[in-house]
């Protein structure tokens, strides 16, 4: 929005497309831009149908929820088990190395499932 209202002037055109949704509420992004610009928008329709349909899918959602709770804790067993380590360093290094990894293993899952969610 900031973007948009540091380059907006008075006579701009503003076009966008209705399938867009913008915010934590998903307002349409048109509604958006009419509230805070207070400037008339262009609608363009039937672009991204798909995206919508993907974006709405509550499984690929609940899959990609799921697999990042897994890893977490698949990964604070491993934490809990390397608790009992018998060396000091050992232990410590072994976190450490786990924690990177675990760190790792969300980004890539999350990575893995943004193009179906939208984010």
Sequence with gaps: MNLV???WREGDVIVCFT???AGFTRRPL?????SNLNATIY?????????????????????AWAGSILIIFGFSWLQIKLTQSPQDWEYRALLYISLMIET???WMWNNLF??????
Excluded: V
């Design 43 to 63: 609608l363009l329709t039937g672009f991204h149908p798909q995206e919508d349909r993907l974006r709405s899918n509550w499984i690929i959602n609940g899959a």
């Design 104 to 106: 790792g293993s969300i």
């Design 19 to 21: 399938e867009q949704r």
């Design 5 to 7: 209202k540091s380059e």
């Design 114 to 119: 943004e193009k179906y969610t939208g984010k």
């Design 30 to 34: 048109s509604q958006i831009l009419e």
